[in-house]
């Protein structure tokens, strides 16, 4: 038999909580939803913006939850263990799983790219060993916490992501899971609302430093303006290591002879004189840097570069990021690339130029293009800019939903602008009725402008000729 994630004895030493009719004795899962609970749950009453998890107690229970963590002032009834604030619990719990654990522990930040880094890193150590990671982009406030408190003792591998929107979020999550290794896979104008300049958002990022495990290393993307800067916080906070990687020369990893051909990528990767050759299946330079980050990172867990390569071939594109679906018939499908999940400058321009290298098996390349949110006052600016891109990418038709791609649609050629709406929900119709069986169409968006619902819907209508 494994060992319990948790023994109930072992929740309360770490919490200070107390236990009211708990019967349990073990706790094998740790959920905040109670809709989604694993066996022998302990499900955590988080109070969010939206839901307090204080009203679904009762459901998590009758769910079949073992216990449920609440906040000092909802402790009635069975199966509660009350903790002061049931955040801080699940912070304590972190903790307690990060203390005891043996393995080699990664943090990942950066402004794009972390999902896709830590998904490649989750694929390379599951080749060597027992493999923790992070569920989707669970990297805030409670993602860090609730994906550390998960983590089994015996796992070799952890890898986090963390997220951030303002100063002083990065350092605390740092800190609660003391990496190894601190990536950061870029700095870039993604949350300026928040923080004002890329300088900010650099400093921002270098929090991660602070949690750092001493002896650690820093492994940096090296293709941005701050790299200099990040270097500097990471030997103010003690780092020992630095490891840099990406396009640029002399970097510790270089991709070389970077190209893309259909869905696959191919680069050369030179390191410590030696050279490498990758195939990766998600097209694009972005994907590569990503790769080649999970693969410097590897390196200093000990996993070699062959053996990083190999298991790197296996990893597809992620849900919303690129993923590739022929609809309808085999000899003239609809080509749908789904990068609905998230839009800022960077992330757009990458998939743009993913875009250039697409053939339409009929001839038209359809854009759908949502809004970038979270610029603050320089989102105009930043939304016009894309216009060369744009151009660039061979894009036929070009569909714009939101208010701020105005700017955009003042920039393009009036004949390149199909429609411009506000909203999804009124640019669906129109969208879904321009496309047709041979075109190639990319929608790109902030996940808040909900471009997945044109998604959903060209499937729907396409899927099936
Ligand atoms: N290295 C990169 N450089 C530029 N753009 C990238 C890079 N990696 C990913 N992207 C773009 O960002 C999008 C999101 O990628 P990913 O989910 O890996 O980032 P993330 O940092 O986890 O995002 P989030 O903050 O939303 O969790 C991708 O669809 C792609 O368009
Ligand atoms: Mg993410």
């Known amino acids: 038999m494994t060992k319990a994630l948790f023994t109930l004895d072992a929740v309360l030493e770490a919490t200070g909580g107390r236990a009211q009719d708990v019967e349990a004795s073990e706790i094998n899962s740790i959920s905040i939803d109670s809709r989604e609970l694993g066996p022998d749950a302990l499900f955590v009453a988080i109070k969010g913006d939206r839901f307090d998890g204080h009203d679904f107690v009762d459901t998590a229970l009758a769910n079949g939850a073992v216990a449920a963590l609440v906040s000092e002032g909802n402790g009635k009834g069975k199966g509660r263990i009350v903790v002061q604030d ?38 390379i150590f599951e080749a060597a060993g027992q493999t923790h990671a992070s569920i989707k982009s669970f990297n805030n406030h409670w993602g860090v916490p609730l994906t550390l408190a998960r983590l089994p003792e015996s796992a070799q591998f952890g890898v986090f992501e963390m997220g951030m929107n303002a100063p002083d979020e990065i350092r605390p999550l740092s800190q609660m899971v003391r990496p190894h290794v601190a990536v950061i896979t ?50 103010a906070a003690g780092v020992a290591n630095i490891v840099t990687y990406g396009f640029s020369r002399g970097v ?34 972005h994907m590569l840097s990503n790769a080649t ?20 071939a296996g990893l597809r594109a992620q849900a919303g990021r690129g993923q590739r679906r022929p609809l309808g018939p085999a000899e003239k499908p609809l080509v749908l690339i789904n990068e609905s999940y998230n839009a800022n400058p960077v992330a757009v321009s990458a998939a743009l130029s993913v875009f250039a290298d697409v053939d339409a098996p009929g001839g038209r390349k359809v854009l759908v ?16 800019g894309l216009n ?21 649609a003042a920039a393009l050629p009036a004949a390149l602008v199909a429609s411009h709406f506000r909203t999804a929900e009124e640019a669906e119709d129109v969208i879904i009725a321009d496309l047709a069986y041979g075109d190639a169409v990319m929608i790109k968006g902030s996940n808040g ?15 099936h000729s």
């Open 293 to 312: 980050a999970a693969l410097a990172v590897a390196h200093l867990a000990g996993v070699s570069p062959e053996e990083g390569l190999r298991a790197l």
């Open 186 to 235: 870029a700095v870039a104008p993604v949350h300026l609302e928040g923080l004002g300049s890329t300088e900010a958002i650099a400093r921002a990022k270098a929090e991660i430093f602070d949690g750092l495990e001493p002896g650690g290393t820093a492994v940096l993307n090296a293709d941005h303006q701050h790299l200099t800067q990040l270097m500097d916080a990471a030997k």
């Open 86 to 123: 049931a955040l801080g619990g699940l912070r304590d719990l972190a903790r307690a799983a990060r203390q005891r654990n043996r393995g080699f522990i990664v943090g990942v930040t950066g402004s794009v790219g972390k999902t896709t880094t830590k998904e490649a890193l989750r694929t």
């Open 252 to 285: 510790d990893w270089q991709i070389l002879d970077a190209q893309s051909a259909g869905e696959q990528s191919f680069a050369t990767i030179q390191h410590a004189g030696e050279r490498f050759a990758m195939t990766f299946a998600i097209p694009g330079r």
């Open 369 to 384: 293009l949502g809004d970038m949110l979270e610029l603050g006052d320089q989102a105009e600016a930043l939304h016009a």
């Open 449 to 463: 402008v909900g471009l997945s619902r044109i998604v959903n819907a060209l499937v729907a209508r396409f899927e």
């Open 388 to 408: 060369e891109a744009v151009r660039a990418s061979g894009a036929t038709r070009v569909h714009l939903v939101g208010p701020h791609m105005a700017a955009l």
